[in-house]
């Protein structure tokens, strides 16, 4: 969900990139590369937290929460691609290439997102628009103001709690604030985010000195932070009522399968590798197959 593995200085023709781009360009790339990733994770959590714990969701929220987190993520990949960095990614080259493919794609999003928000219960509706606000001011703060004044940001810690707020804003509405075991399933949702994004960082930058302290904490740590991230939610399915014991279990296999993943990196290329990253957050979908 962060924005590689160390690059290697090379020169290549301009046939010989193509190709090697077009071997590179798979499904599992495309996902990555079309933005395509964080949505799907997103969409995914938000349906299976409601469903996990019986809560009334209409499929409009699930459907609006994927077509926000793509404009986002693609907005903020254009926006990173507008810099013409060295160190972009290929995600952020790969946006910048097809930038107006993906400013109209921003348009339609744009408007089939009025539609779906509209149908939102207020409720719930009423949750999203006060993290929206946070979300832009943060979301300024990282493309404006920090580049301007030379700030380095928790760019790695801060996803965890928005993704954590948006995945169990739906099930806050109807079950309150007032629920501990529900807190604690967002919390350890927000560390697998955060394991995540600590996780990619550390596969795209040998030098973390010049991270902000919260990220050089975590790479530094990354390895006792993912055995926190596994233990805590099997160690709160021994006091969790049934209804939110697969949340614990999908968030415990996929810290699992973020480190295995981390343990066989040399073999995938860097593409591949970033988006099985998002990829292995895809658990919910393989509890839900072995339960039915």
């Not at 959590?45 to 714990?53: D, K, L, N, R, S």
């Not at 794609?105 to 999203?128: D, N």
């Not at 001011?137 to 965890?160: M, N």
Request: aromatic letters at 10%.
């Amino acid at each position: 969900m962060e924005e590689v593995v160390p690059s290697v200085q090379c020169v290549e023709t301009s046939a010989g990139q193509s190709h090697r781009q077009a071997q590179e360009h798979n499904w599992l790339s495309l996902w990555h590369l079309l933005s395509l990733d964080a949505p799907t994770v997103a969409a995914v959590w938000t349906w299976f937290v409601a469903e996990a714990t019986r809560a009334s969701l209409p499929a409009v929220v699930p459907a609006a929460m994927f077509v926000a987190v793509w404009m986002l993520y693609a907005g903020d990949r254009l926006l990173d691609g507008v810099t013409g960095n060295e160190a972009m990614e290929e995600r952020h080259r790969f946006h910048h290439r097809h930038r107006y493919g993906f400013a109209v794609a921003l348009v339609v999003a744009t408007g089939a997102l009025v539609p779906l928000v509209v149908a939102i219960p207020w409720g719930i509706l009423k949750l999203y628009l006060e993290l929206a606000g946070p979300l832009f001011l943060w979301f300024a703060i990282v493309h404006s103001i920090a580049p301007a004044r030379g700030l380095q940001l928790p760019k790695e810690l801060i996803p965890g709690a928005f993704w954590a707020a948006a995945m169990f804003a739906p099930v806050w509405h109807g079950n309150g604030f007032q629920h501990g075991e529900l807190a604690i399933a967002a919390l350890c949702f927000g560390l697998l985010v955060t394991l995540n994004c600590w996780t990619i960082f550390a596969w795209e930058h040998q030098d973390v000195g010049q991270a902000h302290s919260s990220t050089q904490l975590g790479v530094r740590w990354l390895r006792e932070a993912t055995i926190a991230g596994i233990a805590m939610p099997l160690v709160a399915t021994l006091f969790a009522g049934p209804l939110l014991t697969p949340i614990f279990c999908a968030i415990a296999l996929a810290a699992a399968l973020l480190w295995m993943l981390d343990r066989s990196r040399a073999s995938l290329q860097p593409t591949h590798l970033r988006a099985a990253a998002d990829l292995v957050l895809l658990t919910p979908l393989v509890l839900v197959a072995a339960l039915r």
